[in-house]
């Protein structure tokens, strides 16, 4: 596994910067209390994180990955766990290990930085802000910034677009396949982080460019000097 030094650089948030899944897990299993189901626990809604939060609504309501909940039981749903996450963007979410020191690198190096996220703006932003994030990107791309989100290429298109970066050098930074996906389909390289939401699935099993344990080996996969001795 190797990268080609890219010029521009987007990173995914939940999974990638921020593990979101206790706050999300806490909106959950209130929303199910709300609406007198059983709740789930951050366990199983950790497998279900991934595609925004209408998806996530969804997949709770039946408790499981795949399928739809009752039309009528989704609309009484969505907006309670639309108001309770509006309070819970940020208070129990954590930024995982490396992930200031991996953005302060890339700050240094250089790098044209943006955030490609499926999550909502009115969640993203507050979520980068409050966690000391927002500040290193340029750009923001959050689910509902344009008509269409990852896996969809359009997002990343932006992105190189804005900076003015062809495609075949920009990277990837996510955690699922999702973000591979994207980056597949716009013609940009991929790295994923090892600890991230994919469903429980591996994600080498979806064959990124390169994968990471922590966004500290940033420094040794861009840095070709690095590469050689690492």
Known sequence: MSITKPEMIL?????T???SVPDLAYCVDRMMEQLDMQVHGETKVRDWVGNGVERLVRRALIGQLDGEPDDVLFE???PIFMALYKENTSKRSQLYPGVKEGMEYLKK???K???V???AEQ???PLLKDLGLYDYFEIVISGDTLERKKPDPMPLLHAAKHFGVKPENAMMIGDSVSDVKAARNAGFQIACMTYGYNHGVDISLAKPDALMDSMV???YLLDPKGQKTA
């Open 123 to 125: 969640f993203t932003i």
């Open 109 to 111: 190096a250089g790098y």
């Open 217 to 219: 080996e940033l420094e």
């Open 76 to 78: 009484r749903a969505y």
């Open 113 to 115: 930085v943006g955030s």
């Open 11 to 15: 990173i995914d948030v939940d999974g």
């Open 17 to 19: 910067l921020v593990d």
């Open 117 to 119: 996220t499926n999550k």
